[in-house]
């Protein structure tokens, strides 16, 4: 089978969407007992968007992608201390 051909140039027109932050998302919908963090390059983003929140509205439980030595970092700031 042959591979589709694309334009060069399908990826060049730019499209404008709203975003939020993990921390906005928590305070709007309520505090998950489990959150999965997966968001491409973001995960340290998510986290410490979660800093504003009161430590009883944030997750009991975080799983995020360990990017670097700093995503350990910023749970340790955010009160969690268990780690697997």
């Known amino acids: 089978a042959e591979l589709p051909r694309y334009e060069s ?5 730019k499209v404008h969407l709203p975003t939020t932050s993990c921390g906005d998302l928590v305070a ?6 489990y959150m999965k ?17 009161p430590l009883e509205a944030r997750p009991a439980l975080i799983s995020a992608e360990m990017e670097d030595k700093t995503v350990l970092q910023r749970l340790l700031a955010l009160g969690y201390q268990s780690f697997k």
């Open 28 to 33: 709007k919908y309520g505090t998950p007992w």
């Open 9 to 13: 140039n399908r990826f060049e027109k």
């Open 37 to 53: 963090v997966d968001v491409e390059d973001a995960t340290k983003i998510c986290l410490d968007s979660l800093v504003r929140l």
